[in-house]
Each structure stands twice: as structure tokens, then as C-alpha cells.
């Protein structure tokens, strides 16, 4: 009968960042292994807490069943001594191989009895392939052993049912022994069954299970907000690392001198949540209050030790945030630009410097192109990369640009200026803000564009995965700063002025990544694939508009007559391609070279829809004019029904191609309607 199954490893503290997924890639695998092996099947939970991950499957059999399968052999053209090996290597005659049909011809199969695992002889083989097959950058070893983990491991626990698995884990013997809580339960606890699992780490004050022990900590943290006036603002991702911390948490409130409210709150916030793991805690608008939130390992009718504890541990990183605020605010920003002539960007493409002034020199056209205030963008871009020599951003680089906005305001810089400093970074990650006001979009602009020239100018594209200059993310910001901005920038203009410091390259490669960026980025948007490629191909220079087009699109596919208007114009294409192809030439069409009735009616056609349609495309109504050529499907059908176009008349065959053509650039211009034909 099938029982639960339990597979604990007892290790030393477990990287926080990745113990949920080490807990949940563990149990995926070893499941998988398992349900392959006959044994078990799918669902299983996955426990994690900072010294143990463990597995417990709720039904696996001891052994599995005797099978019958086939084994594919050798083709069945091969020379009889290897058809006779085969036969031999199976236990049967060559009478009792089988023929079989495959995709590269016929084979000979063997059918054999394949007797049923024993778990007790396989699992803990699994077990070492679930572990090595997790994603561990770097394993360590210790003791006197070969074995290596992400950790020392000193505790192997299986358990199928009441009864231990006998086998050998990173040279560990197997058990039913783990341990309770570090210091608030029994250092051994011996499991009477695997089902009793989380219960009796329960019992010894551990919550085994991840997302309970995150959902607790979550609640007590809200409920002690409450209590104390605050809310606790962006807290999602350290919830995550700090449930990686403790076993059993209980949560304490801590202060600190609200003198140090006087430097800015991001150094403060961003040292109580890196290096203490503290939540600070907010008022209703958002501005820091000198109180923060302890998740503690400890639960104890007096928290007053552990909260003096970590007050005493949170102010001399205070006191070193306010350090370094003073201490920066004696240089003003501009004085440090020229050092930044020390500072390499990269070795084949100059110093922090000589990038600056290229970025400057590019912020200034795309600021001319927007009708922003050029001096004051320029500015900003002579002062953006400064605040990389400051000792506050030298402690903590994840406030490169927000430090420069602080400083560049204390030394009475323009706000638009010191904005502009701080969210030329924006956006630095999907879905993050995006830069405001014309000055900060030119240098946002002007340094990703930069970054994308200046490393696609020594060949350091994004390569499959790895994109170690983050060029990828730098090109979907370029994007959504010109789409959701409606920025009215052409594309091959920015593209040029950003290769023009990089003499060896043309700008069409930055423009084609770009396009592969925003294609994603449109498909994300809900249009499909076909609505893309239809908008895309006309190679639109102002991005801003194209989700518009797309939106017409979309509408013109609900039309009945879209379906038989986008094959008419992948006809017309195909026969232009031919005609081209072959070196036919056609100027625009006469009225008089159309002989035929059909002809010169889609001729008129074309004319009046033209006229109308052209107004709506220049004042951006993209529907209405896509719309707007819905009239042409019966002049096209009645066309095609009754004129050749690849008549033997010369004239007549170029003007009936000059009409096709007429008709492709009429109702083209906002998407190659071709594109839509299935």
C-alpha cells in the first residue's frame, strides 16, 4: 500500500535569497524522479526554513509494478550479427524481435518484462540526483568528505511511512532524527511517522512550511503597523528573505533618534532593510517615522533585551549614513565631474568622463527635438554620473542618481536639473517609473542609447541568455520612455546621433534591437503576433504612435470585409514581387491606358478613398482611415474576377501593375494589411 514519504536534509543556515527556490526545485525534481520510477505521483509540499529542506509526498509505493516496454534496436537493413547482438543483449531469439515503423525507417524492437523499482534500493540515488540537478552557482565542501552542497549538511532524514529507507545522502546515513527550534525546542526529535512531520516541528516551536511562516510574519507585521500609526510602504521583497531567516518569528518594535530624520530617507531605509533586515515604518504620507519592525527567531514575554539589541546594532549604521551625507555635501557635484576622467567605464570605450560628454552632447540634441530648455539638460547630464565618487553612493550604489538629486539641490541646482540627475536610471526594471518632464526623458535617452552604441561598436551584443550589460533592459526602457511618453522622436535619428561618437558602426543594428524589444513589448500589450508584424514591417520611425495603429488595426480585423481585403493585398504583393522580380517597371497609373470597365472602377475607387482617407491618416486617426478603405473589397473582388494583370500588352500589363501598386501604397501606409492573411 502506498504511504508518505519523507526526505529532510538537517544543514548549516541556507542562503536566504534562494531558499524557496532550493526548497521548490528540490521537491519538483525528486518528485519527478520518483513518478518516472513507477513509485509515486504527482503533488507533493515542499518545507524550508533557514537549516533544512525537506519533501513529504503523500502516496509512494514500496516497489513498484512489473512492466512490459519495448526497446528500440538497431534498423531493420542491418547485418544480421548486429540484429543477433541485440536479440542477445534482451535474453531473447531473433524470431521474437519485432519490426516497427518510424520516422527514419523501420526498426527492430524488443519486448521485455522490466521488473518494478524497490524504493528502498533507489531513493536515496534520487535524492543525490535532485540535489546536484539544483541551482547552486557554487557548492562547498566540509569535514573530511567528498560530498558538496550549497551548505554543510548534517542531517539526513527518510521516511516512508513509520519505516527509515536505508541509503547514504552526501555521506550521511539515513534516519527519522531532525531538530526542533535552535534554542526554543529539543535539539532531536525522533519522527514516529512521516505524516507526523510538520507537527512535530510544530510542537517544537518551527514552522516548517514556508508560506505559512511568511503569511504569519506578513499579518504580525500589518497588525503592529496598525498599533503603532505606520504602515510599512515597498516590503514584499525582504518579507521573502526574512521568512528565510527564522523558524518560529515574532515581531518587536525598535526606535531610533529621530535627529537622523535630517538625512535623506532612502540612505536610512536602505540601511535598516540590506544590512539589518529591519521593515521601517512610514506615516500616512509616505515620510519615514524613527521606528522600525524586528523580525525576531525569538518568541519571549519580554522583548526588551532584544529590542535594546538591535537599537544599539541600527545606530552606528545611522550614524555612518549621516557620516557620509555631511561629508559629501563639503564637495559640490561639478567639482567631481573631472574626476571622473580616473573612473574606466570600460577599457575600450573610455572613461566615466569621456562617456559624460558624450552623453551630454546627445541629451542636448534629443532636448533641442523635444523643445526642452537644452542648458539645463545639458546640466544635468554633465552632473548625472557624479555622485559615483560620493561616499554615500561608494556604501550603497543603489542610490546612484537618487543621492545625486539630494546633492545637486544643495548646491542650488535648478529642480528640473536635479530631477533629471535622479531619474536618468528610470526605468531600471520592468515596470518601474519612468523618467518626467522633457529634461529627465533626454538624459534617460541619451544614456541608454549611449550604453547600446557604444558596447554594439566593440561587438558586445546580447548573446541568448546572457546579457551582462543589461543592453536588453537599456532597450525596452528606450521604448516605453517613447511610447508611454508619447514622444514624438524618430528612432533612425536617435539611433545615428548615438553612433556618431562610434565611427565603425552603422546605427540600422540599434534600430533592428530596438524593434526586437518593442515587438515583445507590443505583444505584451495584448496584440497579437500577426498585428505586430503588420505594423512593425512598415519600420515605424516614431514608436509613440504605434500602439495607436495597432489599435486600428485591430478594429479593421472586426470589419467583415477584412479578412478578403488582407488576402487581396497579399495577392497584390505577391504579384508586384514577381512582376519586380522579372524587371517589369510601372510609373504611376493613367486613367487612359485602363481599358477595361473592372479597372478603371477600382481606379475611381481608389481615387475617392484616397481623398478621404488621407486627411484622417495625418491627423493620427489610423481606424478611420483603415476604415475608410473597407469600400474597396467589391471593386478588388470584381477586379480580379475579370482582368488579367499579366497580359502580353506592355502597356496594358504596366498600367494594371501601376494600379496595383496605387491601390498597396493607398491602403498600406499604417500596416502591410498582407501580413494579416492567414
Given at each position: 500500500?502506498?504511504?508518505?514519504?519523507?526526505?529532510?536534509?538537517?544543514?548549516?543556515?541556507?542562503?536566504?535569497?534562494?531558499?524557496?527556490?532550493?526548497?521548490?526545485?528540490?521537491?519538483?525534481?525528486?518528485?519527478?524522479?520518483?513518478?518516472?520510477?513507477?513509485?509515486?505521483?504527482?503533488?507533493?509540499?515542499?518545507f524550508a526554513t533557514p537549516r533544512r529542506l525537506a519533501v513529504l509526498i503523500a502516496e509512494v509505493l514500496p516497489s513498484g509494478k512489473d512492466r512490459e516496454t519495448e526497446v528500440a534496436g538497431p534498423p531493420a537493413k542491418a547485418v544480421p550479427q548486429a540484429i543477433a547482438g541485440f536479440a542477445k543483449k534482451h535474453?531473447?531469439?531473433?524470431?521474437?524481435?519485432?519490426?516497427?515503423?518510424t520516422d527514419k525507417g523501420d526498426v527492430m524492437v524488443a519486448r521485455v518484462h522490466v521488473k518494478g523499482l524497490v524504493l528502498d534500493k533507489v531513493l536515496a540515488g534520487l535524492v543525490e540526483e535532485a540535489l546536484k540537478a539544483l541551482p547552486i552557482p557554487k557548492v562547498m565542501r566540509w569535514g573530511d568528505g567528498?560530498?558538496?552542497?550549497?551548505?554543510?549538511?548534517?542531517?539526513?532524514?527518510?521516511?516512508?511511512?513509520?519505516?527509515?529507507?536505508?541509503?547514504?545522502?552526501?555521506?550521511?546515513?539515513?534516519?527519522?532524527?531532525?531538530?526542533?527550534?535552535?534554542?526554543?525546542?529539543?535539539?532531536?526529535?525522533?519522527?514516529?511517522?512521516?505524516?507526523?512531520?510538520?507537527?512535530?516541528?510544530?510542537?517544537?516551536?518551527?514552522?516548517?512550511?514556508?508560506?505559512?511562516?511568511?503569511?504569519?510574519?506578513?499579518?504580525?507585521?500589518?497588525?503592529?503597523?496598525?498599533?503603532?500609526?505606520?504602515?510599512?510602504?515597498?516590503?514584499r521583497d525582504l518579507l521573502d528573505e526574512v521568512t528565510a531567516l527564522v523558524e518560529h518569528p515574532s515581531v518587536y518594535v525598535g526606535t531610533f533618534d529621530a535627529a537622523f530624520l535630517a538625512v535623506p530617507q532612502e540612505c536610512l531605509i536602505l540601511t535598516m532593510r540590506q544590512n539589518q533586515k529591519y521593515f521601517?515604518?512610514?506615516?500616512?504620507?509616505?515620510?519615514?517615522?524613527?521606528?522600525?519592525?524586528?523580525?525576531?527567531?525569538?518568541?519571549?514575554?519580554?522583548?526588551?533585551?532584544?529590542?535594546?539589541?538591535?537599537?544599539?546594532?541600527?545606530?552606528?549604521?545611522?550614524?555612518?549614513?549621516?557620516?557620509?551625507?555631511?561629508?559629501?555635501?563639503?564637495?559640490?557635484?561639478?567639482?567631481?565631474?573631472?574626476?571622473?576622467?580616473?573612473?574606466?567605464?570600460?577599457?575600450?570605450?573610455?572613461?566615466?568622463?569621456?562617456?559624460?560628454?558624450?552623453?551630454?552632447?546627445?541629451?542636448?540634441?534629443?532636448?533641442?527635438?523635444?523643445?526642452?530648455?537644452?542648458?539645463?539638460?545639458?546640466?544635468?547630464?554633465?552632473?548625472?554620473?557624479?555622485?559615483?565618487?560620493?561616499?554615500?553612493?561608494?556604501?550603497?550604489?543603489?542610490?546612484?542618481?537618487?543621492?545625486?538629486?539630494?546633492?545637486?539641490?544643495?548646491?542650488?541646482?535648478?529642480?528640473?536639473?536635479?530631477?533629471?540627475?535622479?531619474?536618468?536610471?528610470?526605468?531600471?526594471?520592468?515596470?518601474?517609473?519612468?523618467?518626467?518632464?522633457?529634461?529627465?526623458?533626454?538624459?534617460?535617452?541619451?544614456?541608454?542609447?549611449?550604453?547600446?552604441?557604444?558596447?554594439?561598436?566593440?561587438?558586445?551584443?546580447?548573446?541568448?541568455?546572457?546579457?551582462?550589460?543589461?543592453?536588453?533592459?537599456?532597450?525596452?526602457?528606450?521604448?516605453?520612455?517613447?511610447?508611454?511618453?508619447?514622444?514624438?522622436?524618430?528612432?533612425?535619428?536617435?539611433?545615428?546621433?548615438?553612433?556618431?561618437?562610434?565611427?565603425?558602426?552603422?546605427?540600422?543594428?540599434?534600430?533592428?534591437?530596438?524593434?526586437?524589444?518593442?515587438?515583445?513589448?507590443?505583444?505584451?500589450?495584448?496584440?497579437?503576433?500577426?498585428?505586430?508584424?503588420?505594423?512593425?514591417?512598415?519600420?515605424?520611425?516614431?514608436?509613440?504612435?504605434?500602439?495607436?495603429?495597432?489599435?486600428?488595426?485591430?478594429?479593421?480585423?472586426?470589419?467583415?470585409?477584412?479578412?478578403?481585403?488582407?488576402?487581396?493585398?497579399?495577392?497584390?504583393?505577391?504579384?508586384?514581387?514577381?512582376?519586380?522580380?522579372?524587371?517589369?517597371?510601372?510609373?504611376?497609373?493613367?486613367?487612359?491606358?485602363?481599358?477595361?470597365?473592372?479597372?478603371?472602377?477600382?481606379?475611381?475607387?481608389?481615387?475617392?478613398?484616397?481623398?478621404?482617407?488621407?486627411?484622417?491618416?495625418?491627423?493620427?486617426?489610423?481606424?478611420?482611415?483603415?476604415?475608410?478603405?473597407?469600400?474597396?473589397?467589391?471593386?478588388?473582388?470584381?477586379?480580379?474576377?475579370?482582368?488579367?494583370?499579366?497580359?502580353?500588352?506592355?502597356?496594358?500589363?504596366?498600367?494594371?501593375?501601376?494600379?496595383?501598386?496605387?491601390?498597396?501604397?493607398?491602403?498600406?501606409?499604417?500596416?502591410?494589411?498582407?501580413?494579416?492573411?492567414?
Amino acid at each position: 500500500m502506498p504511504e508518505a514519504l519523507l526526505v529532510e536534509l538537517l544543514t548549516e543556515e541556507l542562503p536566504p535569497k534562494s531558499l524557496r527556490a532550493l526548497s521548490e526545485a528540490f521537491r519538483d525534481r525528486l518528485v519527478n524522479e520518483l513518478v518516472k520510477a513507477g513509485l509515486a505521483r504527482q503533488g507533493a509540499r515542499a518545507f524550508a526554513t533557514p537549516r533544512r529542506l525537506a519533501v513529504l509526498i503523500a502516496e509512494v509505493l514500496p516497489s513498484g509494478k512489473d512492466r512490459e516496454t519495448e526497446v528500440a534496436g538497431p534498423p531493420a537493413k542491418a547485418v544480421p550479427q548486429a540484429i543477433a547482438g541485440f536479440a542477445k543483449k534482451h535474453g531473447l531469439a531473433v524470431e521474437a524481435l519485432q519490426k516497427r515503423a518510424t520516422d527514419k525507417g523501420d526498426v527492430m524492437v524488443a519486448r521485455v518484462h522490466v521488473k518494478g523499482l524497490v524504493l528502498d534500493k533507489v531513493l536515496a540515488g534520487l535524492v543525490e540526483e535532485a540535489l546536484k540537478a539544483l541551482p547552486i552557482p557554487k557548492v562547498m565542501r566540509w569535514g573530511d568528505g567528498e560530498a558538496q552542497f550549497v551548505r554543510p549538511v548534517h542531517g539526513l532524514v527518510m521516511l516512508h511511512g513509520r519505516k527509515v529507507v536505508p541509503g547514504t545522502v552526501l555521506g550521511l546515513k539515513s534516519g527519522n532524527r531532525t531538530r526542533g527550534h535552535r534554542f526554543m525546542g529539543k535539539p532531536e526529535i525522533a519522527l514516529a511517522a512521516a505524516d507526523d512531520y510538520e507537527k512535530a516541528l510544530l510542537d517544537q516551536q518551527v514552522i516548517a512550511d514556508f508560506e505559512r511562516r511568511r503569511n504569519e510574519i506578513e499579518a504580525a507585521l500589518q497588525a503592529t503597523a496598525g498599533k503603532e500609526k505606520g504602515s510599512l510602504g515597498e516590503y514584499r521583497d525582504l518579507l521573502d528573505e526574512v521568512t528565510a531567516l527564522v523558524e518560529h518569528p515574532s515581531v518587536y518594535v525598535g526606535t531610533f533618534d529621530a535627529a537622523f530624520l535630517a538625512v535623506p530617507q532612502e540612505c536610512l531605509i536602505l540601511t535598516m532593510r540590506q544590512n539589518q533586515k529591519y521593515f521601517p515604518l512610514f506615516d500616512a504620507a509616505g515620510k519615514l517615522l524613527p521606528k522600525f519592525l524586528i523580525v525576531s527567531n525569538m518568541k519571549v514575554a519580554d522583548p526588551r533585551h532584544i529590542v535594546g539589541g538591535n537599537q544599539r546594532v541600527v545606530r552606528p549604521r545611522l550614524e555612518d549614513a549621516r557620516f557620509f551625507y555631511d561629508q559629501d555635501r563639503k564637495v559640490r557635484l561639478e567639482a567631481r565631474v573631472p574626476q571622473l576622467a580616473r573612473v574606466v567605464y570600460h577599457n575600450k570605450l573610455g572613461s566615466q568622463l569621456e562617456r559624460v560628454q558624450r552623453i551630454k552632447l546627445l541629451a542636448g540634441k534629443i532636448a533641442r527635438e523635444l523643445g526642452a530648455d537644452v542648458l539645463q539638460t545639458e546640466r544635468a547630464a554633465e552632473l548625472a554620473k557624479a555622485d559615483l565618487l560620493t561616499g554615500m553612493v561608494g556604501e550603497f550604489p543603489e542610490l546612484q542618481g537618487v543621492m545625486g538629486r539630494y546633492y545637486a539641490l544643495h548646491d542650488g541646482e535648478p529642480g528640473p536639473v536635479a530631477d533629471a540627475i535622479a531619474q536618468h536610471y528610470y526605468p531600471r526594471f520592468a515596470g518601474d517609473r519612468l523618467p518626467e518632464g522633457p529634461i529627465a526623458c533626454a538624459v534617460a535617452l541619451a544614456d541608454k542609447l549611449d550604453a547600446i552604441a557604444g558596447l554594439f561598436s566593440i561587438g558586445q551584443h546580447p548573446t541568448g541568455e546572457k546579457d551582462p550589460f543589461g543592453l536588453r533592459r537599456a532597450a525596452l526602457g528606450v521604448v516605453r520612455i517613447l511610447v508611454e511618453n508619447k514622444l514624438r522622436l524618430s528612432l533612425t535619428e536617435l539611433a545615428r546621433a548615438a553612433f556618431e561618437p562610434f565611427k565603425s558602426q552603422t546605427p540600422v543594428e540599434l534600430v533592428n534591437f530596438i524593434y526586437d524589444r518593442f515587438a515583445g513589448y507590443l505583444r505584451e500589450q495584448g496584440f497579437s503576433t500577426l498585428q505586430v508584424d503588420a505594423v512593425m514591417s512598415k519600420g515605424p520611425v516614431n514608436l509613440s504612435v504605434v500602439p495607436q495603429q495597432l489599435e486600428a488595426v485591430r478594429v479593421f480585423q472586426s470589419l467583415p470585409e477584412a479578412e478578403s481585403l488582407a488576402a487581396a493585398n497579399k495577392r497584390v504583393a505577391n504579384i508586384l514581387r514577381q512582376a519586380e522580380a522579372k524587371g517589369e517597371t510601372f510609373a504611376n497609373a493613367e486613367v487612359n491606358e485602363l481599358v477595361e470597365p473592372a479597372e478603371r472602377a477600382l481606379h475611381e475607387a481608389i481615387r475617392k478613398a484616397s481623398d478621404k482617407a488621407k486627411p484622417l491618416y495625418e491627423r493620427g486617426d489610423y481606424t478611420g482611415y483603415l476604415k475608410t478603405f473597407a469600400v474597396l473589397k467589391a471593386p478588388i473582388d470584381a477586379f480580379f474576377d475579370k482582368v488579367m494583370v499579366m497580359v502580353e500588352d506592355e502597356k496594358l500589363r504596366r498600367g494594371r501593375l501601376a494600379l496595383l501598386r496605387d491601390l498597396r501604397e493607398a491602403m498600406n501606409r499604417v500596416a502591410d494589411l498582407s501580413k494579416l492573411a492567414a
